[in-house]
């Protein structure tokens, strides 16, 4: 019963951290929409979930510079980002579509905040099976 618990909140701790470098995409993305040249990206999101959970780690995104923020675990590296294909042709050469981007922030913010319940009430439901055995 532990290992099964342990294997599901491993599972569910990866997709949360996927879940929440995808937010970090996205609301760059939506940063930058007026930034001439600015190139979209996302990550397709259950392929990344199979390699974080059927592969051992390796290769995490590394600061390039002395001020730069180290990556959270899990974090993809920037080579298996995918480009967001531009919805129409921009004078500026920027591929952020704001439609888009909020509706794939606002998908993903459900999808993390259901990841975030279901590790709760795993954990909650285990707790209290082990406090209903003891008392037993």
């Given at each position: 019963?532990?290992?099964?618990l ?24 939506i ?15 259950a392929?990344?979930l199979r ?10 995104m590394?600061?390039?510079q ?26 500026d ?37 082990m ?6």
């Amino acid at each position: 019963m532990i290992k099964q618990l342990t294997d599901t909140l491993n599972f569910q701790t990866q997709a949360l951290v996927l879940r929440s470098e995808r937010q970090r995409l996205l609301a760059s993305n939506i940063a930058n929409a007026d930034t001439p040249g600015y190139k979209a990206r996302d990550m397709d999101f259950a392929s990344a979930l199979r390699e974080a959970t059927g592969a051992a780690r390796g290769g995490a995104m590394a600061a390039t510079q002395a001020g730069h923020i180290s990556p959270p675990a899990g974090a993809r590296s920037e080579a298996k980002l995918l480009w967001a294909a531009p919805s129409q042709t921009n004078l500026d050469n920027n591929t952020v579509d704001m439609d888009r981007e909020r509706a794939s922030f606002a998908d993903n913010s459900i999808k993390y905040e259901a990841t975030l319940r279901f590790i709760n009430s795993s954990v909650r439901t285990t707790l209290d099976s082990m406090k209903s055995h003891n008392a037993a």
